[in-house]
């Protein structure tokens, strides 16, 4: 694969079960060009497993599974997780059974036609702490104290396991091709910001702060400032001197919320170069790479944090989220909330034009990219953004938005916005595309115009 495009496809279980491993994998190689598979066999949540979490599309079992519960798709090698305090974690879904190991089965079927498959490892489990002992134990602690339904990317436990699968999943299943691992995951400043209650103050990420010469607990009355001073504006309470003033000056008297923002920072990235560091111990032959969340194209914080120049160190392969059609709905929320709080003092029409120029986009008016959505000269700006980040050193594979789920009222896929994103891919220079987020949201119309755009550029 080296020498052609990558074209690839998120794809669960569930497809192949509801449609048949063999017909899907027809579909996917002559009516598309798919030549790799990026299988979501460790996951819990609707985005990337179980069917649709929106409309059904015209394919597949007509049956929803909004009880989607996941976890592994594999069968975990106990030897692995030996001493970890984290019970069962296969799949428990009435659709599945325990004893089938689905990977080994996609893998067999996949690799004989000349598929490359990667593991698609997405690690948000909020829901999963019902059901899989000893992960609640693992939760993050908020400003006021409280364990939180999430699990702390600093808790030991939590890395150990994480470890653990990684190393699981590419010792035991030689032929697959390599790791993606999404972490879609913000600081406690973001998630303030977000209407979030902010975290993680547990005594892991307490301990780690106190190495760096933070005080937790000016950074934890900090955080209670502000979020109740964030309360205070979506109420519409505002102080004389205007949101953003008194929100500057809440940093000022407690520069410990930068520092605790830069601190989880720090720590999200340390746990990326810790995966990439041990899988490539284990199987070093193996591509791993990093699902790298839409949030990055709406949020300047969060851009700050991912840098591609530092990245491209300990990644063989970037998989930036440029979902063009959701991204107009999605982006009209995050500015919203935004201006519910230290905004406030403006217009969502005033700051638009000027968020596309700190995001480096050109993108239609707030008020018409709820229902219009996004170009495809997004995807080619933000593709290219991470191409000349990482010096083109390694490839680029932007996802592509196909029927990605948005609210009833909001944009929909069409065939043309597909065939739009994947020439925008294609004009940028990347490396391939993948195909997002699940095939079992996909409406056969939008998948087969993007085999139609790929072979237009072509690369089929």
Request: glycine share 8%; with cysteine.
């Amino acid at each position: 694969m080296a020498n052609q495009k990558l074209i690839g496809i998120q794809v669960g279980v569930i497809s192949f079960l509801d449609e048949g491993l063999e017909p899907v994998l027809d579909l996917f190689q002559e009516k598309v060009g798919i030549n790799a598979l990026f299988l979501a066999n460790m996951t819990f949540t609707l985005g990337t497993g179980g069917r649709s979490a929106g409309p059904l599309p015209d394919h597949g079992v007509q049956e929803r599974t909004d009880h989607f519960r996941g976890g592994a798709f594999f069968q975990p090698h106990p030897p692995h997780y030996q001493g970890l305090p984290i019970g069962d974690f296969r799949a428990p879904d009435p659709e599945y059974r325990r004893d089938v190991d689905y990977t080994a089965w996609v893998l067999e079927a996949a690799t004989r036609r000349g598929l490359a498959v990667f593991h698609w490892f997405e690690p948000a489990v909020p829901r999963a702490m019902q059901w899989v002992p000893g992960l609640a134990r693992l939760g993050e602690v908020d400003c006021y104290g409280r364990r939180r339904p999430t699990v702390c990317i600093n808790h030991p436990d939590f890395r150990a396991w994480t470890f653990a699968i990684v190393e699981d999943l590419l010792m035991n299943y030689p032929a697959a091709a390599g790791l993606m691992y999404g972490s879609e995951r913000r600081g406690p400043l973001g998630l303030a910001l977000q209407g979030q209650i902010p975290f993680c103050f547990c005594e892991h990420c307490c301990a780690l702060a106190r190495e760096r010469g933070i005080d937790p607990e000016r950074a934890r009355q900090g955080y209670r400032a502000l979020w109740e001073y964030l309360q205070t504006l979506r109420q519409g309470t505002v102080p004389r001197d205007g949101a953003m003033v008194g929100f500057l000056r809440l940093l000022m008297r407690y520069p410990e919320i930068v520092s605790w923002e830069a601190l989880w920072a720090e720590r999200h990235q340390r746990l990326h170069q810790e995966i990439y560091g041990l899988a490539k111990a284990v199987a070093p032959d193996k591509r791993i790479g990093w699902h790298v969340w839409h949030h990055l194209s709406f949020s300047p914080l969060l851009r700050a944090q991912w840098d591609y120049q530092e990245i491209r160190r300990y990644a063989d392969f970037l998989k930036p989220v440029v979902y063009n059609n959701c991204a107009g709905p999605r982006f009209h929320t995050y500015l919203r909330n935004l201006h519910e709080t230290i905004l406030r003092d403006s217009t969502p029409q005033k700051t638009c034009p000027v968020m596309y120029d700190f995001l480096q986009l050109a993108e239609r008016p707030y008020d018409e990219i709820y229902t219009a959505g996004w170009s495809g000269d997004y995807v080619r700006r933000e593709t290219l953004r991470c191409l000349e980040g990482v010096n083109r050193e390694i490839p680029v594979w932007p996802g592509i938005d196909i029927d990605i789920p948005t609210p009833p009222d909001a944009k929909k896929t069409t065939p043309e916005d597909v065939r739009a994103a994947i020439r925008g891919a294609a004009a940028a220079g990347a490396d391939g595309v993948i195909l997002s987020r699940k095939y079992s949201e996909m409406q056969t119309a939008n998948l087969l115009a993007a085999g139609e755009a790929l072979r237009e550029v072509g690369w089929r």
